[in-house]
C-alpha cells in the first residue's frame, strides 16, 4: 500500500502536463504577492498553532489583511484555538466545487483562515485535474492576504519538511524541555541537510524567563553553527504566562482575552520584530502561488 508522500510525489509529477492551464491562470508568476510564512515544530505539545494564531492576530492589529492555512495533518485545529466551529474546509473546494474565498473563516480582528480537516488529508488522493483546480483557487490568496501564515504539522514527516522547503520564511517554535530542544536540532538538521540557506526564525516558547529563553537561543545557534554551519536568527520567547492557559481553556487567543499580559507582549514584540525583518525586500516576498510552485516541484 503507497504511503501518502508516495501518492503526493505522483500526483504532483502527473500535473507537469498541465503548465499551459497553470500559466494562463497565473499560477506561475514573478509578480510579487503576499508573505508567505511557515510555522512549524520539532515535536508536537510546543504551542505552535497557539502561536500561529495569536501572531496572526498581531499582524492585524497592525493593519494587515492576514490568512492563516491549517496545514496540519494530523491535529488541525486553528478553529478551536479561535473558539469558532469552521463551516467548510479544504475538501469542500476539493469536493464541494467551492472556492477558496467561500472557506474562508473569519476570526479575531478579521483574521482568515482555512480549516484543514479532512481537506489537507484529502489531497493526497487527488487526480491530476483536482489537484491543478485546487491550486489555481489557493492562488486567489494572495489577492486577500498581506501575510499568509503555514500552520505545519510537526516532527520530520515528509510532508512537514515539504511545506518548510517550500516557504520563504519559516519560524520554529521550541519549549525549554530538553526532549524539545534536540528535536528542533534535528528539524534544523534535515532543513538544512537539504537547503542551508533557509531562513530559520526560532521562538522559546514557554520560558520562565528572558535569560533563559536567550540561553537556549544562544546555544541552539551555536550548536547549528559549529555542525551544520548554519546562522538561525534568534526572533524571540514567550513567557511561561498563566494567561495563555486560561485563553486556551476559554478558546480565546491570548492577545485578545488578556491584551495585557507579559506573552501578550513578547507576541508583540516578536511581531514588531518580523515587521522590521530588513532581508525581505517587496521583490523577494513572491506570494502563496510561488509557494504552491515549490511545494509542487519537491515531489518531482
Known sequence: MKDQAERLREIISSIKNYKDEENRTGILTNKPG????????????VG?????????????????????????????????VMGKMSKY??????????????????????VKFVSGGSGVQELVKLNRTQLVDLLMKLG??????????????????ENVISFVHAAREVILVTTPEPTSITDAYALIKTITHKDKTKNIKVVVNRADNAAEAFNILDKLNI?????????????????????????????QPFVISFARSEASKNMNDIALTLMDNKELSPSSVSGIKMFINKLTSLFN
Request: hydrophobic share 45%; charged share 25%; net charge negative.
Open 34 to 45: 503576499s508573505r508567505v510564512i511557515a510555522v512549524t515544530s520539532g515535536k508536537g505539545g
Open 48 to 80: 505552535k498553532t497557539n502561536f500561529t494564531v495569536n501572531l496572526g492576530i498581531k499582524f492585524a492589529q497592525m493593519g494587515l489583511r492576514v490568512v492563516i492555512i491549517d496545514a496540519d495533518l494530523g491535529l488541525a485545529n486553528v478553529d478551536v
Open 89 to 110: 474546509n479544504l475538501s469542500d473546494v476539493i469536493n464541494s466545487n467551492k472556492n477558496i474565498l467561500e472557506i474562508l473563516e473569519e476570526g479575531y480582528e478579521g
Open 140 to 157: 486567489r490568496l494572495d489577492e486577500e492576504a498581506d501575510i499568509i501564515l503555514i500552520d505545519t504539522g510537526a516532527g520530520l514527516s
Open 223 to 251: 550548536v547549528t553553527q559549529k555542525f551544520l554551519g548554519v546562522k538561525l536568527q534568534k526572533l524571540g520567547y514567550i513567557l511561561n504566562d498563566a494567561c495563555v492557559t486560561k485563553a486556551v481553556k476559554i478558546q
